[in-house]
């Protein structure tokens, strides 16, 4: 008999470490929620980006439209090339049976009612529909082309691509 019972105890000992690997379930559910957000605010940017896409390149045009005048100062391709713009981005945002028939007031019209506040028909905004049809002489009396570019850069800021 063993005069000291304890001497036949093995000595305690530390467990395994803890591998890094599986990760725990609660990480698993971590790591796939955070890979679904990362998704949804890609393709949230990626429709914002497409949304302001024509914005932007309307934007871009209108400032070479600008530099045009101030290269050749005619203020009749001027006004001509800001009425196209316009209407080329209202037919990219707005129904084409709404926008394509519409000419001189009606024209007009409608850009104030989608965002110009009154300023293309009682503003800068009337030469789009008039200057077509004055002689040149009476095109230099026409509104200058900084109010006329700003209400259109206010226009493409200003109104929203409609929902369907």
Known sequence: MNPDPLSDLRDWHLPDPVSWWPPAPGWWLLAGLIL????????????????GASTRAALRQLDALGKALATDGDRRRFVAG???????????????????????????????????????TQGAGRVLAESAYRP???????????????????????HRKPRP
């Open 136 to 158: 040149d002489a009476d095109a230099e009396r026409d509104v200058g082309p900084e109010p006329l570019s700003r209400l259109a850069a206010d226009w493409i800021h200003a």
């Open 36 to 51: 679904v957000g990362l998704w949804l605010a890609i393709r949230g940017w990626r429709r914002w980006d497409r949304q």
């Open 82 to 120: 800001v009425s196209q713009l316009l209407r080329r981005l209202a037919l990219v945002r707005y129904p084409r049976e709404q926008v394509a028939g519409l000419s001189g007031a009606a024209w007009l019209a409608f850009l104030d009612a989608t965002g110009g506040g009154g300023g293309f």
